[in-house]
């Protein structure tokens, strides 16, 4: 139980362009998601906590208007990278808070964006 | 906010030695780290948690153990094996709160054949 899925797994696209990435709980509701972002060879780094129903909490440094979070529904929660820049090419992971609530977090497959 | 320091930043023993990593955080309401095995391009797998109401825990060969007064809280590994091999990420956590993971910088174990 309490498994994460994202997609896609992998996506390139032009500077310029918007990339949209979505993490489901596909056996629990998760009313709060999180999202991270890993570059190579570094720690995972909180950019926001999705909450469902209302408006992301995102991390001091992190632009709210570049990466679109939207929570609505208990299992699914998207994030959409705007205006690609070269820069932004990361590892992207979700995680969900288990089921009921509990201390654990369980963390989607990640998803690897590569801006050209 | 939370602030976690790690230690080593990478860490190779010979196979069936121990391997033991460290980390210290700075807001004393954290109360619960947990540690993750992470292999490359692939998601953080949860190895062993601990709360702050607990000093030790076990599972196998693998350990926690919490000091709250200094902060600081380490993992070890008994007996490893090549299949640890991986980066390992100490993190912290306030229960009640968002229940933010604030992780560490990872450290690298390769264990040698």
């Known amino acids: 139980g309490a498994v994460v899925s994202q997609h896609p797994s992998r996506v390139i696209c032009k500077s310029g362009t918007s990339v949209k990435i979505e993490c489901r709980s596909l056996d629990f509701q998760a009313t709060t998601m999180f999202w991270y972002r890993q570059f190579p060879k570094q720690s995972l780094m909180l950019m926001a906590t999705s909450n469902e129903g209302s408006k992301a909490t995102y991390e001091q440094g992190v632009e709210k208007d570049k990466f679109l979070i939207n929570h609505a529904s208990l299992t699914l929660s998207t994030l959409t990278v705007t205006s690609a820049h070269p820069e932004d090419s990361s590892f992207y992971i979700c995680s969900a808070r288990g089921p009921g609530g509990g201390y654990e977090q369980y963390f989607g497959p990640g998803t690897r964006l590569t801006v050209t | 906010g939370e602030n976690v320091e790690q230690h080593p930043s990478t860490l190779s023993v010979q196979e069936g030695d121990s391997a033991v990593i460290k980390c210290t955080y700075s807001d004393s309401a954290s109360n619960y780290f947990p540690w993750y095995k992470q292999e490359l391009g692939k998601r953080p797998q949860l190895i062993i948690d601990?709360?702050?109401?607990?000093g030790e825990k076990k599972d196998q060969r693998i350990a926690v153990t919490l000091n709250k007064t200094a902060k600081h809280f380490s993992l070890h590994i008994t007996e490893t094996q090549p299949e640890d091999s991986a980066v390992y990420f100490c993190?912290?956590?306030?229960?009640?709160?968002?229940?933010?993971?604030?992780f560490g910088t990872g450290t690298r174990l390769t264990v040698i054949p």
């Open positions: 601990i709360r702050s109401n607990v």
């Open positions: 993190a912290a956590s306030i229960r009640g709160g968002a229940n933010n993971l604030f």
